[in-house]
């Protein structure tokens, strides 16, 4: 996957560093970017770190079925979305403000809250609503005159029975829901094509968390069009990903403040367009540590460049290879990931990799 490395490359060697308010972090950013993926020559899971396979999978699963709440997530051990629905759950019971993010409340809080939507499923149930976010918009589109569309059947039943149309499409974005959803969709526009018996699809991105969520949504759409492809008897061949703020985290302050100094930009920058060899990453990230403030307590990990400049140190490996169980999509929708598709000869670099997710 060098499109991958390609694209963190771009996002350092081209980005601009701005304050995101949402997340109160910093980012570095580009505007847009294009990856291509040849799905005939293996499965794109990335391999310069390591990914648990079914993590991504078992979330298109819950999107596929509609739901708009962790606890079937959590229950099959995704805990990503968790964060998010803590910040619902502040807001709905009229907190958010008291409780302000990467504070030393939030953080015992959240905590606190991850423990019982492990713990207690009724709790879960009860205080792990998103809001009608992504699958919700893909199996209960509301259709303007108090019915609902469920556009996954009609992508499905487009493509079986009329399947060079340009109407095969899934959209998550709905300005009526959106101030309901815990988190505006990210990736919101899946458009599949079909080439005589190849199928493509396109995802349209509108926000990417470029270290830690872009390989779950390559991986996760990949195995959405080898799912979709296989229901209407076509042949999975290209996943184009177009992403449009596309960014790596830098943490918040004290480390961030090392960003908000233009000569530290400029020169960090100047450091990265010397590197000539993989290993000359990590003596950007070593002298990179020494320079900038170290993370607060509680606040650790969220500053993903020290990663990112791990990973473009790992050559990239051999693709494995996606095996689909003989199951239909919406029999397989229903299912653990592990009962839907089969993958071997992952191969990827493990190492300590794991990041903290800006929520």
């Known amino acids: 996957m060098r499109q991958y490395q390609d694209l963190l490359k771009r996002i350092i060697e081209k980005g601009d560093v701005v304050f995101e308010p949402r997340t109160q972090t910093s980012i570095i950013q580009v505007s847009s970017g294009l990856s291509s993926y040849d799905l ?3 499965f794109p899971l990335v391999t310069t770190k390591y990914v648990k396979p079914e993590l991504p999978a078992e979330e298109l699963l819950w999107k596929l079925r509609g739901e708009d709440n962790i606890a079937s997530l959590v229950q099959r051990g995704v805990h990503f979305w ?5 910040d619902k759950y502040l807001k709905d019971t009229g907190r958010i403000q008291e409780v302000p993010k990467h504070s030393e409340r939030w953080n015992s809080e959240f905590v606190e809250y991850d423990k019982r939507v492990r713990d207690d499923l009724e709790f879960a149930r009860q205080h792990g609503r998103l809001g009608p976010v992504y699958g ?6 509301n259709d303007q005159k108090g019915g609902e569309i469920d556009r996954l059947k009609v992508v499905v039943d487009g493509l079986k029975k009329n399947r060079h149309s340009r109407y095969h499409l899934l959209n998550a974005w709905n300005d009526a829901d959106l101030n309901d959803m815990a988190l505006g969709p990210c990736p919101f526009w899946h458009q599949f094509t079909a080439s005589g018996d190849n199928l493509d699809l396109t995802m349209v991105q509108r926000s990417c968390d470029t ?5 779950f949504n ?3 759409d990949a195995l959405l069009l080898h799912m979709i492809a296989r229901e209407v008897g076509l042949k999975p061949r290209r996943l184009e990903h177009m992403t449009i703020n596309t960014h790596l985290y830098l943490g918040i302050s004290p480390r961030a403040d090392f960003w908000d100094n233009p000569e530290n930009v400029s020169q ?6 010397k590197v000539q060899d993989r290993a000359e990453y990590l003596m950007l990230r070593d002298w990179y540590l020494e320079q900038a403030p170290p993370e607060s307590e509680g606040n650790g990990n969220k500053d993903h460049m020290p990663f990112v400049l791990e990973q473009l140190s790992k050559e990239p490996r051999a693709l494995p290879i996606l095996t689909l169980r003989e199951v239909t999509l919406f029999d397989a929708i229903e299912l653990p990931a592990d009962k839907v598709f089969e993958l071997r000869d992952y191969d990827p670099h493990r190492w300590k990799s794991k990041a903290v997710m800006a929520a």
């Open 218 to 220: 390559v991986a996760q």
């Open 211 to 215: 270290y830690l969520g872009v390989p």
């Open 40 to 42: 005939q020559a293996g």
């Open 136 to 141: 919700y918009q893909w199996r209960h589109r």
């Open 82 to 86: 968790t964060a998010n629905a803590f």
């Open 268 to 273: 960090f920058k100047g450091r990265f367009a």
